[in-house]
């Protein structure tokens, strides 16, 4: 039986390179680092040397100036080789921020090192306590004085700062009561890790149901240089939702990257394991719910290929992104549910690792971003229905 449930693709010789590389990261590696709520250091090293994560940073930065459908392969073959691209995949799309709308200053100081892994740029700051989804209420402000701009407020579950040397801030710099639209006024900059923390920036880790590094951060008077301002004060907004496509599309890759272990893994076991003298998987309630968590998967596949080549043709596709990313979601957790069905007790033995996998891709359902806000967009920005908010 092969390996690996999907047809080949374009991107067969570099499935074939990645998938060499991960042979050396095998279940017990990520078994290990989740037992040990570890951070998988010595994989996103290997990945960072091999210049996997510098995919979409143009060439002349240092990066292999790859498009976005690439860059998904790379994520989908780490979550089909059994591991969580959530420890590393901010590195890959947080800096397209910078690229589009940082000043050739910032580019030239930052993309290299990015590019080679001297610097990483894993943590992007948007989520607030008290506002959640309601992104333009934030209440975290950045008040210019002088040279720099003085950081107040706080944020929740902001991911990877303890694996990270900068981390995007998006922060309210003009008051809400003052703008015209309540997109408008707030702004993203670049904060140095090193510098900010215990100078007006606290990190507190929030322990969570995965192994994912995540943080409730404090600013209190955090001086920020005024050069790191990404772009035109109050444009932040946008520039976030200018990058959403993108992550968006890599996400719904991790999530089929998912879906496809989780079918292989219950395919194999189905074969094997006998009861009532035959294998389970010769029995038709065993095998469709497998056969319909395939047709679903292969769907999003689809979705996220098209996402891809709009995206990569430098056409809208937040519709088709929005939509990757829900189909593949839903396909992954399908699928996690009908592996663990399969496994039946063994499932839920960590042994089996079926039950790790099962708990890293519910988290898609959730963030970066929850189902409910991209059946929201489709309702109100394709399907033209009134906004609900
Ligand atoms: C492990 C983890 C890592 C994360 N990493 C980051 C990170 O690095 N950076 C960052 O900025 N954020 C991060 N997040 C935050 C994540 O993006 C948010 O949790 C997510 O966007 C949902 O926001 P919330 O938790 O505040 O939920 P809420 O906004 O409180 O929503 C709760 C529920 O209500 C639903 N809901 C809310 N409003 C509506 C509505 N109008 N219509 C229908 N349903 C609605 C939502 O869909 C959701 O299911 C992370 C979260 C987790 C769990």
Same mark, same amino acid.
């Given at each position: 039986m092969k390996t690996h449930i999907p047809s080949h693709d374009a991107h067969q010789d570099m499935r074939e390179a990645l998938r060499s590389m991960f042979a050396g990261f095998d279940s017990a590696y990520w078994q290990k680092v989740d037992h040990e709520r570890g951070y998988p250091e010595k994989f996103v090293n290997a990945l960072t040397e091999a210049g996997w994560l510098a995919a979409l940073i143009p060439a002349e930065y240092g990066g292999s100036g790859l498009g976005l459908a690439e860059a998904s392969v790379i994520m989908e073959e780490i979550n089909f080789a059994g591991g969580n691209a959530g420890a590393c995949h901010g590195q890959m799309y947080n800096m397209g921020t910078l690229l589009r709308h940082g000043s050739d200053a910032q580019k030239k100081l930052y993309l290299p090192k990015i590019a080679s892994g001297?610097?990483?740029? %894993?943590s992007m700051a948007v989520t607030e306590p008290t506002t959640g989804t309601d =992104? =333009?209420?934030?209440k975290t402000t950045a008040v210019k004085q002088g040279d720099r701009y003085v950081v107040n407020g706080q944020k929740v579950w902001i991911s990877r700062i303890q694996h990270s040397d900068l981390m995007i801030l998006l922060a309210r710099t003009t008051p809400l009561a003052e703008v015209k639209r309540k997109s408008e006024g707030m702004s993203i900059f670049i904060v140095n890790l090193k510098d900010a923390i215990g100078q007006g920036m606290a990190v507190q880790p929030i322990a969570n149901m995965v192994n994912h590094e995540t943080n409730e951060v404090f600013f209190d008077n955090l001086e920020i240089p005024a050069e790191n301002l990404i772009g035109e004060e109050g444009k932040g907004f946008k520039y976030i939702l200018d990058g959403l496509n993108a992550e968006r599309t890599l996400i719904a890759a991790e999530c089929i990257g998912d879906a496809y272990w989780f079918l292989d893994k219950a395919r194999h076991y189905a074969s094997e394991r006998v009861v009532f003298n035959r294998p389970?998987? %010769?029995?038709q309630g065993v095998q469709f719910p497998m056969a319909e968590a395939y047709i679903e998967t292969e769907a999003a596949n689809l979705m996220r290929f098209k996402a891809c080549a709009l995206f990569d043709a430098g056409q809208p596709c937040g519709a088709e992104a929005n939509m990757a990313k829900y189909l593949a979601a839903k396909a992954s957790w399908e699928a996690a549910n009908m592996c663990m069905q399969t496994h039946g007790g063994f499932g839920f033995a960590c042994e089996y690792d079926v039950e790790r996998k099962f708990r890293e891709t519910r988290l898609y359902q959730v963030a970066p971003i929850s189902t409910n806000l991209i059946l929201s967009y489709v309702a109100e920005h394709v399907l033209g229905l009134p906004r609900s908010f």
């Open positions: 001297e610097l990483r740029l %894993q =992104t =333009t209420k934030i389970i998987g %010769q029995n």
